[in-house]
Each structure stands twice: as C-alpha cells, then as structure tokens.
C-alpha cells in the first residue's frame, strides 16, 4: 500500500484450517506478489506448513478465500496447483529413494522423443538444473545414495522445473551449509527477477534478512501482520513470533564451561583406525565425559557417516573402539545403546519418527526397547517421563496422546531427542538436533547440551550451522573429503580458523 | 455419537448385527440356543465352532501383518498340520490311547512351528519379500503334506483326538474354547508387555525401530513363528472335526479369509496399528457370513459375488478417505457457526 506493487498473484484472506479440536490456523491472511521473496515466519506449530499445505490443497480450510490471479482457487492437491504454476517443497523431503536423481527431477516434465522418453535428453537436462543448484552430483545416481541435504537440494530443483509463477520452500535450509545456501539464494534471486513469487520459511533469523523482502508473522495459528523486512528490526522480529520479548543472540551466549580434565582419564569412547569403505577413511577420535565434541565439515565431508561408525548405526570394517578402556565392537546401534551411546539421526522422516505411534510411545520407544518387550515401563513412570520431557523441551501439542504425524517438524525434532534423553546415555550423537526448531527452542535446547555435558554427559554435536558448532563445543573435530584432517580446542577456535581448515587451507 | 460412529470397531461390529438380522429374518429361530445332554446348540454356537481355526489364524495374520509382512503359506500349513497329526494316529496300534494323541497332536504343532521359523528365517534374515518368501512354503507346503499322506486322505477313528474339533467343554465347543482361550492369551500378552507397541514401530518404520535398539529381526521372526505355530493349531481343529487329513483341500483358502478378517477388523495391510479386537470381530464376519449364504439359500454360483460385495461394503465404510467424506457431509452445515463472525463475506466452504 506504501508503494507501487502488482497485484498479488496468491491473496489469502481469513484461512483457517481445524484439526478438531485443534485449531490450526485461524483467520490468517497471505498476499504473494510477483517479484518478492516473501518470508513466512512463527514458531515450531506456529501454523506455516499448515498454511501452506491450505494454499496447495493438501488441507480444505474451513474458512477463507484463496484467490490465485484474483480468481477464487481451490486446489485438489499439490499436482493442481503445479498444474497451475504454484510449485512446493515441502518441509519433509518427498521424492523416490529407488529412482535416479534425474529421474526425480525431471518427473512429470520427462522430455519425450516418438512417444518415448528421450533418456539422455533427460540426464542433460537434469544436470543443467543441478549445476544452477551448485550441485555436483551424478544425475544417473540413484537419490536414495545421497545425504539427506542433497536430496533436499534435488527437490529444491525438481520444483523449479517447468514453468512456475509461484515457488514454495518449506525450511529448504534447515540441513543446508553456507554453501549451499548461497547457491540456492543466487537461484531465488534470478527466479524473483524474472517475476516469480517465493515463499520461504526458515528458522535462520540471517537467512531471512538475507534474502526475503517481506515478511509474514504467525503466531499460535493466528496472524501478527505482514511486515517489509528491511523495516523490522530482528528483536522485535523475534517479539512478534514468540509474544514476549527475548534476546536471542544473548541467551543463545551460553558460555561453554568445561570441568578440568584430570590427567591421563580414561576416555569414555576411544576409537583407533576406525573407517569403512565409501564411507569415512580411518579416523582416531578420543571422547571424554562432560565434554562437547562438535564435528564441523561441508556437506558430503563425512560428519553424519563418522557419527554413524561411532553409534553403531553403520558398522565399520576396520579399526577398533573402546569404551571406557575396554576393547567393544560396535555391531549395532543395540549393542552401542547397551554400552550407553545414542544417536539421533540427522534423517528425521526416515530413521527418526514412528509416525503412526503417539508422543508418549514415540517418547519411550527406546527406553522400552532397551528393556525388551517383556518388560514394560510401569504407566505411572511413562507419564511422568513423558509429561517431564513435554514440559522441558515445550513440544506442543502438550499431548501424550497425540499421533506424531500430527505435529509440526520442529516438535517432532523436539519428540526425538526426548527419546535419546530418556534413555539416560553416556554418550550422546546429536546430527542436526536443531534441524528446524524455532529461536527459541534452539537456545533452550543448546542449553541443555551444555547443561548435560556439565553433568558428566559426553555429546557430539554435528550441525551445518557452524557458529553453532563453535558456540558450544570444547573441541571441534575437522573433517574434509570424508577423512578427519583437524582437531581444534573449542575456546581457542576462531570461525575464520574452522572455516579455513574446513576448506582445505591451513594445517592438515 | 459421533463417538460411536468413529470407533474403529463400529462398521465391523454393524456388519455382523446386519448379518444376524438377516438370518434372524429369513430363520426366525435363528439366535435360539438350547441345551441338549449339558451342550449348548443352535447357529450361534456352530458359528463360534467355525470360528475358531480362522480366529487362529488370522490371530497370526494380524501380528504378521502388523510387521508390513503377510503369511500365503498359512493354508499348506493347516493341511501339513492335519496331515501329520492323522498320519500318527495312523499308524499307531491305537489311536485312542491318550499318549498317542499327545504325540501326535505335539509332533504336528512342532513341525508347523518349524515351518514357521523358516518363513520367519526368509523374511527376517534373508530379507526375501514377505508375499514371495511366504508363497514358496504356500506351494510346497501342500506337497508336503501330500508326502506325509502318501496322497491318500487320511481317515482315522480317534475318540479324544475328535474331542478337538467335535467335542464340548463345560458346554461349549472344545474348538471354540481353544482358539478364543489362545487368542485372550496372546492379546493380553502383547498388550500388557511392550509387544504391541515394538511390533507397531517395526510396522511403520524399520529403520528408526532398528535405530531405537528395537529388535526387530527377532519380532519379525517370532511372529512368522507364531503364524506357523496358530495355523498348525487351527489345523488340528479343522483335522478333528473331519477326522480326514486332506492334503489339497485342508484349509483351501484359509489365508485369504484371514487377511479379509484383518482387513475387515481395520488393520492396515500397510503394516503398523493392528487391532486385535478387530479382526476377532472380522472373524465372525466371515464365519456368518459363510453361515448366511447356506441360511438365505443363496446359490452357490452367485455365494462368491455376495461375499465380495458385504467385503466391499465394510472395507470401503473403513477406508479413512471414505470416513473423510462422510464426516465431511456430516459437518457442512455446521460451518458456519465457526466462521469469524467479523468477516463480512466467508464465500462458501465446502470440505473433503
Ligand atoms: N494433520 C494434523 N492433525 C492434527 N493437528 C495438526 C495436523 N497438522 C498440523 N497440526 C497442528 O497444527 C499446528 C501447526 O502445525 P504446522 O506444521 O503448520 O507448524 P509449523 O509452523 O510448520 O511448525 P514448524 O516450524 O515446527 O515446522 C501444530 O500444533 C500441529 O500440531
Ligand atoms: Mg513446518
């Protein structure tokens, strides 16, 4: 209204969605239009992927007016709104693990030759949309053989095939490295100045003051207003989404203490030459009780394999591990589990939520394996646990009984590490345990990291977000090409050191 | 109400009331139950009668399922089981003599339960396809029970052995009692330990179970096992009340009346949430239903055309975008009530 604008392609008015008795989004309004980059921001449930999905008819909203082009829209699904240019990434990658990555590219836009699929025509293709992506992969590998952050990558380019007006990205950042972001930031750019509209949702308060040029608050399922970002200063920002005003860069400050180590203490995992074939070259890596190791490398660079090797997730075909001195062979993440070693894994659709189950079963799901089935957990003690973890890390709905589907990405993060935490470990892997979880959530959750590591607790903690990594860990394991090429004191680690290292500069 | 309407038990339980009425209808004495030298007689009680070796081994089916898995193979078993247990009775000096028929009766359960370990062995081991892994014991099986028979039916005259399938026990069924006394066993089992929710996590997501420290090549393999040993159970029923072991025609189709029991009770064939409860109703679904067809005098030619389409009816009334529908129909007119009564035109709304 301030200046000159077009006409939005996408208008909202009054949406609202039930999930009876949920009321997940109520009265929100939307306007996208062309040439923006149109930031869509709340806390975790806050209602995004809701609206969203409301917009490409995943949900029928019980109330409200979706005009697209300033005719009233309502989609059949997410292939109708592709049909009519309005493309979405959804916050859980969904794509097919068994075909090629040019295959899911180019899907449903297939070039075709006499009635049949003109295949290189197809790879050629694909492999131009991946290099605008900055992606260097294979487009005749198959999707399932790569990392969870290329396979978000794949999806980003496969929505930007064909012709779209409207692009949709639900957190396409949220496992992401600085590089890649860049990258994908380049493309929306060019895409925003050809006049397509992109909605973006991210939880990186950088990111969006990067790159967005308006900005859309929700708040518990309502509407806080729309703001042009150049004129929101990120505190109030930040007031908007939570209700209350909070410092974000000082609460997130949590100084990383750390207990002396004595002299010649055990370690509590010692690993030697521990590798595996197309996975990670033999690494030695020392953990210590109430110490933060942080793992810091690029995408592809070996971090969530090493965590796997140290878990138990993958097994590994050379080296030796210890714990606590004793020599172990870590089989399977059972056997790992036995000796106190838990892993959250960075896949959080795939190998993290047993969808169909509840909070509460979600919750105890380890705990419970570990004791086998014979010996189920007294109801009483489910409870409490259940409620104590609900409460400490504020999953909302704050509902034992709730169906984990039924929550949004960030409580579902949330349900995950409460099943970690349950179990007590001795050592814990995080990969990405901040993975889509909102400011606020992430301070608190860093805080516990380092509370826990105070308490004696061992963590590593994989994160693409570097000064993450930096602000909390004690010592920082550098890795590069799938092969650990540094070790650095956390306090005395600067970012430029980490990132030169990580790059392949510096000492090797 | 709505409550009622929404429990998952509903449409199952309304499908065998229809089913009751329609016999009661066409039979007026139909529910009639009388007592005849202490037992109990009438439809009803043969309806449980019938029961019972489906109830046993869709109890299998049901666990089996819950694993994303299905078990082809339970119908071979029931004539292997049958085959085995008749051929000892056999060839015994007598086959009345109460250690023969133990034996018999244990050398049948511990045979089907070996045949159920090496499905369990294929799935959970060898990772081989369920349907495929399962359908190599469905072929042989019934050759191996042909070999057992030396490709006769077996007939045999064992008082206590026939007690199993013909007999009563404090006036009820002996078959009956069997199967619905294993069947409360296994559901309070797996209901009151972890079982249930450790098999459902197997069901949804293998790999974050795998991950959780679920062993879950064991309680895939054991309820492979447990669908051997339920459907050699219910073979023994079904070889007691013929006292003939016919190795082609013993159990013939049994495992697709079991996966319409399951199916009918609303568990998913998808794996995951099963629903014990369920597929005991669904197994007196199937049973009445078979009932009905010889109650109505529904022609044998059109019996498989009237059985699919009750399946069809009940199965659609399950299926979650069905249920989306009709709720949705249902709730239109209250809407309104709903919208923000600020907002000066909401334009229509319609759900589903
Ligand atoms: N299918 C559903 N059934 C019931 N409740 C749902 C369903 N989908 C979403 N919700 C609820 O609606 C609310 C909004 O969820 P939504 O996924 O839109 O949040 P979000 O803003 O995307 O959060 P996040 O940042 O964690 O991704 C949450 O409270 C969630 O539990
Ligand atoms: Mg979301």
Redesign the pocket.
Known sequence: MTQQTPPPVVEMTGVT?E?PP?T??DGVDLHLRPGEIHA?M????????????ALTGV?SPTAGTILVDGAEHRFSGPADARAHGISTVY?EVNLCENLTVAENIMLGAEPRVLGGLNWRAMRRQAAAHLRRMGLDIDPASSLGSHSLAVQQLVAICRATVGDCKVLIL??PTSSLDADEVAHLFAVMRSLRDEGVAILF?S?FLDQVYEVSDRMTV?RN?GLVGEFVTADLPAAELVQHMIGRSMDVLEAAEEAAERAERPAGATPLLQVVGLGRKGSVQPFDLDLYEGEVVGLAGLLGSGRTELARLLTGADRADVGQARVSGRPTRLRNPRVAMGHGIAYTSEDRKGEGVVDGLTVRENIVLALQAERGWMRPLPRRQVDELVAGYIERLGI??ADPE??L?????????KVLLARWLATAPRLLVLDEPTR???VGAKAEIQKLVAELAADGMSVVFISAELEEVLRISHRIAVLRDRRKVAEIDGDGASMDRVVDLIAGGGAA | MRDVLRHHLFWPVAALVALLVANTVARPGFLAVTVRDGHLFGAPVDILRTTAPLLLVALGMTLVIATRGIDLSVGAVVAVSGAVALSHLASAPDPAAPGTVLTAIGLALALCLVLGVWNGFLVSVLGIQPIIATLILMTAGRGVAMLITGGMITTVNSAPFKVLGSGFWLGLPTAAVLAFGVFAVVAYVVRRTALGMLLEATGINPAASRLSGVRSRTLTWTVYAASGLFAGLAGLLISADTMAADANNAGLFIELDAILAVVIGGTALSGGKFNLSGTLVGALVIATLERTVTVLGISPLVTPLFMALVVIAVTLLQSPRMRERLTAVRRRPTTGAQRPAARPDPTEVTAG
């Not at chain 1, 709340?42 to 999905?53: H, P, V, Y």
């Not at chain 1, 589907?405 to 993060?413: F, H």
């Open positions: 969605v999930f949920v997940a989004l869509l709340g806390e975790n449930g806050a209602g995004k992927s809701t609206l969203i999905k949900y916050q639900d957190e949702v939880h929700l399922g909302r709905p709730a169906l589907r039924n929550l949004s990405g960030g409580n579902q993060q889509g979880i909102d």
